[in-house]
């Protein structure tokens, strides 16, 4: 009998290391012309057939499971870059109301705007505001042909491989269909998938992600479209774009056809006649915000009738036509059980608040931050009163909150509900790991004590030496496949990487010691090699991330690069940072004189390398790994050194494109005008940083005009 036809219980260990690479090789080619070439050539049952066979020898052969499983990759192939699709309707965004007053105000707008009285009937639809990131599906014919992100809102990215590996985008719609019509709406992911990837990115030893929305915006913008299609991305139909011929005249109507055409609608998006049926259904959908699958941040209004829609328009990048009326900020009561102390990458000792288990927003919050002593005691970062001065003891009664995606805080107690024997907490001044004395030092720009107390033992503090490889490892920085926190921490404690150098010498020890990894708990043949593969492709890595790597205080991605620029390689880079370390010296002058490094973090490099066994590491280090040079700076253009904001909506390129050019032309760019800016790019719509540069007497030109400047 052929391997093919034998059943799973009766193959024999070669027949099945057979069985397992046919099958890897036949289902990626499904794979390929499923997603990539939209072509299948067998039906999905045969198709999960094929996959449950590959499942069930490798439960069978655990040892022989491949590393290109099927199993572990789902989907086709993988694209250079994506491509840029301009979409011929702008993507817009929404205006936001915060209470039912802004709501009123929104709905009497709207009626001064068409001069409608009161009385006049004027219905509006409902739905929630999915927290995803939203996507254009241009269907000609009914097929469906480009799917776009929507980028700046102009320019979007191509990404129709991965849009089709979504089982909630049709590639062909049912029924009677306008020629072209482009369906806008939202991906996202349910809160339980979610949580199942992070527990699956956990036990494998990868990052975790941060929220649905980020993930789910992460998984879509994948050039290897089998990541996408492994991930369970969903898609909620809500709006429309360019298009020969709308099938309804309402809002509602045109979402209840996509609903026919076999698209998937929210079915809480509802039609009302009053402001009162709005709110109603507001609070309605934030009651059972929580037992969503999804997460959603607010309730979305729009005019129902289009041709109303028509009349009112645009501002600015948004409809006058609908509003986003978002929840606030979710709170809960809870007990806060105790306080630890994390010790940081640079020592910092952040305390953490261990509560008792309670729900916000649907997600279970046990730990939230204190930011530091201060915020214990009831002082701002201004040394002012926060809470009117009420401290936090453990044992009290708090409130909490969590806003969007960012980590729950403590925001109050309840003095009324503290315990009677209940003690000021006292912040320790010595590092509960190292137990080197922990200081507060000054701040040089307030001249008041840093709000942060750090342990003083860099060199001998375990927590510090752990938090600096769990840092070098990062995404951010070498994004070592399957070498994440909890492999830097595990490694560490064994003795096996005490230091970033020590990760690359690490397979040539294992080489020659007894003790292999792979006999270690948790690893085995495979993985052991797939980590010595992964270490391997990063000896070559991008200057700024070598740079943003070492762990130096102040020095995040954005000083990284600045450095990597300007100093162009690895070499130039440390050299420079050595001889910097007296102040009369040229290579100082120059650290202090770049555009956006001062002298804070001047000083934290040249304190960085000027200790020897840092100094030391990152020899090691050099010894180990190719930083690749940066691109230089251009120096000689009318822009070098310059400091450029632009604002407004740019129609020839997209806001970072324009950044880049600026930064290659040697130029700062920033984020909001001030008086060090030299120059502000505004497209239509500018607001506020066009105003506050005519104030300043700033110059302001327009995107055409910067063209001809840079000569294109
Ligand atoms: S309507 C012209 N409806 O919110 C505006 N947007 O803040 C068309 N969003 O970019 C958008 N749920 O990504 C609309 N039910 C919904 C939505 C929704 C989420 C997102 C969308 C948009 C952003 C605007």
């Not at 996959?51 to 099927?70: Q, Y």
């Not at 915000?289 to 501002?315: M, T």
């Not at 590491?617 to 700076?633: F, K, N, S, W, Y």
Request: aromatic content about 6%; some cysteine.
């Amino acid at each position: 009998m052929s391997d093919e036809t034998t059943a799973v219980e009766e193959l024999s260990s070669a027949q099945a290391e057979r069985e397992l690479a046919r099958l890897a090789m036949e289902i990626s080619g499904h794979d390929q012309r499923y997603h990539t070439e939209d072509a299948p050539v067998i039906s999905d049952a045969e198709y999960d057939a094929l996959k449950r066979r590959n499942l069930a020898i490798e439960a069978r052969f655990p040892d022989l499971k491949r590393a290109d499983s099927p199993s572990d990759r789902v989907g086709g192939g993988v694209l250079e870059k994506f491509e840029k699709v301009t979409h011929k309707v702008a993507m817009l965004s929404l205006d936001n109301a915060f209470s039912e007053e802004d709501v009123r105000d929104f709905v009497e707008r709207v009626r001064r705007f068409l001069k409608l009285d009161t009385k006049a009937p004027l219905a509006f639809t409902a739905e929630p505001k999915i927290d995803g990131l939203s996507l254009a599906l241009r269907y000609e014919e009914g097929r469906l042909v480009t799917a776009a992100t929507r980028g700046d809102g102009t320019v979007g990215e191509n990404v129709t491989a991965n849009a089709r590996t979504i089982g909630d985008i049709p590639h062909t719609l049912k029924g009677s269909v306008p020629d072209v019509i482009e369906v806008r709406g939202e991906v996202y992911m349910t809160k339980s998938d979610f949580a199942e990837l992070n527990r699956r990115q956990e036990a494998e030893g990868k990052q975790t992600y941060v929220n649905p929305r980020n993930t789910a915006a992460g998984s879509l913008r994948q050039l290897d479209t089998a990541i996408t299609a492994s991930r369970p991305l969903k898609f909620f139909a809500y709006a429309w774009g360019d298009t020969s011929g709308l099938p309804a005249d309402t809002q509602l109507g045109v979402v209840e056809c996509f609903a026919e055409w076999g698209l998937v609608v929210n079915p809480l998006m509802k039609r009302f006649d009053t402001v009162e049926g709005l709110i109603e259904h507001y609070r309605l959908i934030e009651s059972e915000r929580a037992e969503l699958a999804y997460d959603i941040d607010g309730v979305v209004y729009k005019v129902d009738d289009l041709s109303l829609q028509q009349r009112l328009g645009f501002v600015s990048r948004s409809p006058r036509w609908a509003i986003a009326h978002k929840f606030p900020a979710e709170k809960a009561t809870t007990v806060l059980k105790d306080i630890e102390i994390q010790v940081g990458r640079t020592g910092a000792l952040s305390p953490v608040a261990r509560l008792e288990p309670v729900t916000v927003g649907g997600v279970v919050v046990s730990n939230a931050t204190l930011h530091n002593e201060d915020y214990i005691a009831g002082i701002g970062s201004d040394g002012q009163p926060i809470r009117e001065g009420r401290d936090l003891r453990i044992g009290d009664t708090v409130t909490i909150y969590r806003a969007g995606d960012v980590i729950p805080k403590v925001m109050d107690v309840d003095l009324s509900r503290r315990p009677k024997d209940s003690m000021p907490y006292v912040f320790p001044e010595t590092c509960p790991v190292c137990g080197s004395p922990a200081t507060r030092e000054v701040n040089e720009k307030t001249g008041r004590m840093d709000s942060v107390r750090r342990c003083t033992g860099s060199l001998i503090c375990p927590a510090q030496a752990v938090e600096k490889l769990k840092h070098f490892v990062s995404r951010n920085a070498f994004d070592i496949d399957g070498f994440g926190a909890k492999q830097a921490e595990a490694f560490y404690l064994a003795d096996l990487v005490k230091n970033p150098a020590e990760i690359f010498t690490l397979e040539a020890r294992d080489a020659a010691s007894m003790t292999k990894l792979k006999n270690r708990d948790g690893w085995g043949e495979q993985s052991a090699a797939n980590l010595f593969a992964a270490i391997e492709a990063r000896r070559e890595i991008d200057l700024h991330r070598f740079i943003y790597a070492l762990g130096i205080r102040h020095v995040g991605e954005g000083n990284a690069k600045i450095l990597a620029r300007v100093y162009h390689s690895a070499r130039g880079f440390v050299d420079a940072m050595e001889a910097a370390v007296d102040h009369d010296s040229e290579a100082w002058n120059d650290l202090v004189n770049i555009d956006g490094i001062g002298p804070i973090v001047a000083q934290a490099l040249v304190e960085f390398f000027a200790e020897q066994h840092n100094a030391a590491i990152v020899e090691r280090l050099l010894g180990e790994v190719r930083p690749r040079d940066a691109e230089q700076v251009a120096t000689d253009t009318a822009f070098s050194g310059k400091t450029i904001v632009f604002t407004g909506s740019l129609e020839r390129m997209s806001r970072d494109e324009a950044k880049a050019m600026a930064e290659r032309l040697g130029a700062k760019t920033a984020g909001s005008v001030s008086k060090k800016t030299d120059l502000v790019v505004a497209g239509p719509g500018a607001g506020s940083k066009l105003k506050k540069a005519s104030e300043l007497g700033i110059e302001v030109i327009d995107e055409d005009e910067w063209f001809t400047r840079i000569g294109e």
